[in-house]
Structures are given as structure tokens and as C-alpha cells.
């Protein structure tokens, strides 16, 4: 089996910063990529940002200049920094693993999800 687990979501002011972790442990095999997506409600889901085993970055238009993206492959962990957070980034975020597994079959895993709330 595989765990997903998200933390570091809240509430924050307008303006104000937040940052998420994603740690992926269990059997797994080789991660090759690591991401943030996020759904509010009445809104489809968007990408909010990813990142591969190798370093290479991702981010929704919306994000670009305010999230960060980081990557420990060692630990299989993935944080989203997010700055001058607005009202509109309020959703549920998701993280998203996906594993290169063997020969055959690659995995995709999620998170239950983090809360995200953006409100004075």
C-alpha cells in the first residue's frame, strides 16, 4: 500500500503565506513526479503545481510569481509554498504521486486532501 498524506493547510488572512507538505511512503517503487492540484467548489480541478524526480517545474498561470515548489526525493516529499495568498486560492488541495513502478505499470496516487481557507 501506498499513503498520501498532505498537511500544512488553514486558515490564513488575504496576503498572508501558507505552506503545504505532501510525504508518499509505502511500497513504493520510484516517484517521478510529485504535484499540487486544488478544487473549490463549483470550480474544476486545476493544476496548482508540480515538480519531477529530475527538477523540472510546473505551475497553473494563476500561480506563476506566488508559489514555490519543492522537492526532497530522498524523503519522497513534496511542499508548496504559497505567498500573497487570495480570497480565490480558497479549495481543497490535492496532492498528486505518481510512480514509475515496474515493468509493466506505472501508479498514481492521491491525497485525501488539505484544506485551504483564504479569509480576514
Known amino acids: 500500500q501506498v499513503q498520501v498524506v498532505e498537511s500544512g493547510g488553514g486558515l490564513v488572512q488575504p496576503g498572508g503565506s501558507l505552506r503545504l507538505s505532501c510525504t508518499a511512503s509505502?511500497?513504493?517503487?520510484?516517484?517521478?513526479?510529485m504535484g499540487w492540484y486544488r478544487q473549490a467548489p463549483g470550480k474544476q480541478r486545476e493544476l496548482v503545481a508540480g515538480?519531477?524526480?529530475?527538477?523540472?517545474?510546473s505551475y497553473g498561470d494563476s500561480m506563476k510569481g506566488r508559489f514555490t515548489i519543492f522537492r526532497d526525493n530522498a524523503k519522497n516529499t513534496v511542499s508548496l509554498q504559497m505567498n500573497n495568498l487570495k480570497p480565490e486560492d480558497t479549495a481543497v488541495y490535492y496532492c498528486?504521486?505518481?510512480?514509475?513502478?515496474?515493468?509493466?505499470?506505472?501508479?498514481?496516487?492521491w491525497g485525501q486532501g488539505t484544506q485551504v481557507t483564504v479569509s480576514s
Open positions: 515538480i519531477t524526480s529530475g527538477g523540472s517545474e
Open positions: 498528486n504521486v505518481k510512480d514509475r513502478g515496474d515493468y509493466r505499470y506505472g501508479y498514481d496516487y
Open positions: 509505502g511500497s513504493i517503487f520510484s516517484i517521478s513526479y
